[in-house]
């Protein structure tokens, strides 16, 4: 991020101001947004805001820390020392925090040319486009340059109209006093052309300024040439020749001047417009934070507060039909929670004790108590939006082809409007200069670029927001552009193909016990363990209501199994090595304890005073989507390879049920990088999908990255693609999506090409000699305003593309 100093205001109501080196959006958790100046204080009755959690609070001398010449105040002593211990993870360069982003604090930027930024809005000095917010804000105002376009649109154009209309039929209405016509024509175009087109002009000079020609220095050059010919014309018609009279006076072209003026604002009017629909999708998102949350105090009493009051570890009551507040934890109650809005999965998910849930997805039915674990900049909903906005302002490297053009594009229009100029001049019939004046400024103005600049990047962020919509994240335009190629496909077993977490799948008693004996027993002496497979085991029992027995002494033997004492009773559960030292005839169900690990299960014998209970099997269980996707995947033509750690008899077991033919099992985190390496070596396209820090490096190398949503944040950040749910189905439904966007940049830019082969051409005249017709500058101007308008309006097609597989 560009860092730029800005001035920025504590309060609504006050006139002091701050300084900091970075621009950075207002009121928002996780941002150092809201801080005064070493000498500063609260102003009135307004609290400062704390840059570690957001929470409002008052200024206190024992909680406040200057940095960098700038006072920070905070609401506990744990936020001081996270700030202390690193302020730049709250100040430093990071991305705009996605909170809500007052429209004074925002960066703004070029659709075209994303290293431009600067805050508040302006015009890009390379394109001379106008900016627009790098974050949409609920609360930001109309676009300021929309505004002014459409105000200087509709008071001159009943001025343009009339001088149109005079220059149609105006010989008619002044015979014989037709000089009087070109003044009544300067005086009406006069305004039009210096201040309706004064905007047009200023981007025009600084295009010449920056040496960076553009759109608007053909358009300037065009209606300077015409208006300021005419001038000329109307006041000192003896500089020319007779050739030049028409209608008893020298041919002036005020009402080219002015259609061109007129039509250029209503072309900006209509894009503007267009592209502020590009950021629906964010602005949708933003829409779905809840304002408030439910807090249950310490005593068990309840308050409403402002979202940004929420800290890590609150404890929160979501009632049926509201909002999630934040990312977190169901410690209490049962419910069925809508997640369609951020996921794409159509079905609400019940969520017990345990399960996660995510702020902004909507409590269907049941009451529940969640801890909160991610609050502000930190919640899923704004790290997704961070990462759309991102990248909508990323560049699509087929939009090089077009930068490659553009570059000289200008330089060779202006070229071939003097030819004409020249061509028409000395060769074309009577009068050939006026001729050739009006077929160069049709050319000027006809060859403006803007619908291959705008090609690619409206239809990259239009792609980006339908994605998100649909559980999708790319991470920039190159990942969208790359996704359509894939043709092989390596997935992790634990967490991308399975649920990610072992699960009880059944119980086996031993001759003379029953089922619930061995689960009670086992639970009972798990109750102590940390290890996942015991959770599994206790929370089954629980599940089933199971009344646990305190063990009287507990030990973990690492690798092979716990032990430990209950009533009096040595109890010992764990693997055969345990059994063995344990003196435990396991044979007796080494049968089917083979049975279950065929599957892809994990097999404790569990042994009472030396004598075996029976066994406990684990499982990871499949996700209930991935045989769908695989099948998706498979009929899309993509080869799907499994790489795990686990063991080989447990990969190849899931391998089987799911129809994978290539297994990898017991990999490391450098073997994955190795087959992902190899694969590229042999040709391959390769996408990795995982969710791990041990699949980190290959996600990174592959072509293209995949991460669960579910997964940890190092994988998601080496990821070219992030799947919210982690449900391998989005795989087919980012695949489909980067076909469709391919589609749709192509058709932008192959008509941007197109158009201007055609354009030019048409405007110089070419066809003159065949048809007897010229293209006005007007006609020009209009078909130049409807090219960009037709280009924006064919990449939102994007935003009603289901991305989903058929």
């Not at 996780?30 to 008052?58: L, N, R």
């Not at 077993?493 to 399975?498: S, V």
């Not at 498979?634 to 790489?643: E, P």
């Not at 048809?771 to 097609?797: D, E, K």
């Amino acid at each position: 991020m560009k860092k730029e100093a800005h001035e920025h205001s504590h309060h609504e109501d006050a006139n002091r101001h701050c300084h900091h080196s970075h621009a950075v959006p207002e009121h928002g958790p996780g941002t150092a947004a809201t801080v005064a100046a070493s000498h500063g204080d609260p102003i009135g009755d307004k609290p400062f805001t704390d840059p570690v959690c957001g929470m409002k609070v008052a200024d206190n001398p024992d909680r406040r820390i200057e940095h960098d010449a700038i006072l920070y105040h905070f609401c506990s002593a744990k936020c001081m020392d996270k700030f202390r211990a690193d302020p730049l993870v709250y100040i430093g360069d990071h991305e705009i925090s996605p909170a809500v982003v007052s429209p004074a604090g925002t960066l703004y930027t070029c659709p075209m040319h994303p290293e431009i930024q600067q805050p508040g809005p302006g015009t890009c000095p390379i394109c001379g486009m106008a900016l627009e917010p790098m974050m949409p804000s609920l609360e930001e105002d109309e676009n300021p340059e929309l505004v002014d376009f459409r105000h200087r649109f509709w008071w001159t154009l009943p001025l343009t109209v009339i001088v149109t209309v005079l220059a149609m039929v105006g010989h008619r209405l002044f015979t014989g006093g037709m000089p009087y016509q070109s003044w009544i024509e300067l005086v009406l175009s006069t305004p039009v052309v210096l201040w309706a087109g004064w905007p047009f002009f200023v981007r025009g000079a600084q295009s010449i300024r920056n040496r960076s020609p553009n759109m608007w220095t053909l358009i300037s050059i065009g209606v300077i040439a015409a208006y300021g010919y005419s001038v000329v014309a109307t006041v000192s018609p003896g500089l020319f020749p007779a050739t030049f009279a028409m209608h008893g006076r020298i041919g002036v072209y005020y009402e080219a001047a002015a259609v061109i003026i007129s039509l250029t604002l209503l072309g900006q009017i209509l894009e503007l417009r267009a592209r502020s629909q590009t950021s629906a999708a964010i602005k949708s998102l933003l829409g779905l934070a809840p304002k408030t949350a439910r807090r249950i105090r310490g005593d068990g009493t309840e308050e409403d507060i402002d979202l940004s009051h929420v800290h890590v570890g609150d404890q929160l009551r979501v009632r049926p039909g509201e909002k999630v507040p934040v990312d977190g934890t169901v410690v209490e109650g049962e419910s069925a929670i809508d997640e369609s809005m951020l996921t794409g999965e159509p079905l609400p998910v019940t969520k017990r004790p345990g399960d996660k849930v995510i702020g902004a997805t909507i409590n269907t039915s049941g009451s529940l108590i969640i801890q909160s674990e991610r609050v502000g900049s930190q919640t899923m909903l704004s790290q997704i939006v961070q990462m759309v906005a991102s990248a909508q302002r990323s560049r699509a490297p087929m939009q090089r082809l077009a930068d490659v053009v553009a570059g000289y594009f200008v330089s060779v229009v202006v070229l071939v409007a003097l030819l004409t100029l020249i061509g028409w001049g000395l060769f074309g019939p009577e009068p050939s200069w006026v001729y050739g004046f009006v077929n160069a400024v049709a050319v000027l103005i006809i060859a403006c670029p803007c619908a291959l600049g705008l090609a690619t990047p409206m239809s990259i962020m239009a792609a980006t927001g339908r994605a998100a919509t649909q559980g999708v994240l790319f991470r920039d335009a190159a990942a969208i552009e790359a996704m359509r190629k894939v043709d092989t496909i390596i997935v992790d077993k634990t967490g991308t193909l399975t649920e990610g977490r072992p699960a009880f799948d059944r119980a086996i008693a031993a001759s003379g016990f029953q089922e619930e004996d061995v689960l009670h027993i086992a639970a009972s002496i798990d109750q102590g363990s940390e290890h996942p497979l015991a959770h599994a085991i206790v929370a089954e029992a629980r599940r089933r209501n199971l009344a646990l027995d305190k063990p009287e002494s507990f030990e973990s033997s690492s690798g092979i199994g716990v032990r430990g004492k209950l009533k009096g009773h040595e109890v010992a559960l764990g693997n055969t090595a345990l059994m063995d030292i344990e003196k435990v005839d396991w044979k007796p169900l080494q049968s089917a304890a083979e049975d279950l690990r065929k599957i892809g299960a994990s097999v404790m014998y569990l042994a009472l005073q030396g004598k075996l209970v029976g066994l406990i099997a684990v499982s990871d269980p499949i996700k209930q989507t991935t045989p769908e996707a695989l099948a998706t995947l498979r009929d899309a033509g993509m080869t799907v390879v499994m790489a795990t750690g686990d063991g080989v008899t447990t990969a190849q077991a899931v391998a089987a049920r799911l129809g994978i033919a290539e297994v990898h099992g017991e990999v490391k985190p450098q073997d994955k990088l190795a087959l992902v390496e190899r694969l590229q070596q042999q040709g391959r396209v390769v996408a990795m999908a995982g969710d791990g820090i041990n699949d980190a490096p290959a996600l990174a190398k592959a072509n293209v990255g995949i991460a669960m949503g579910t997964g940890t944040d190092v994988a998601i950040n080496s990821a070219h693609v992030t799947l919210i749910k982690g449900d391998l189905r989005a795989i087919a439904r980012s695949r489909l999506l980067s076909l469709e966007t391919v589609r749709n940049m192509r058709q932008n830019l192959g008509f941007a090409f197109v158009y201007n082969a055609l354009g030019i051409p048409l405007a110089a005249g070419v066809l003159y000699p065949f048809t007897g017709q010229l293209l006005s500058p007007m006609i020009a101007a209009l078909a130049m305003s409807l090219s960009s308008v037709s280009v924006i309006g064919n990449a939102l097609r994007l935003r009603g593309a289901r991305a989903e597989s058929n």
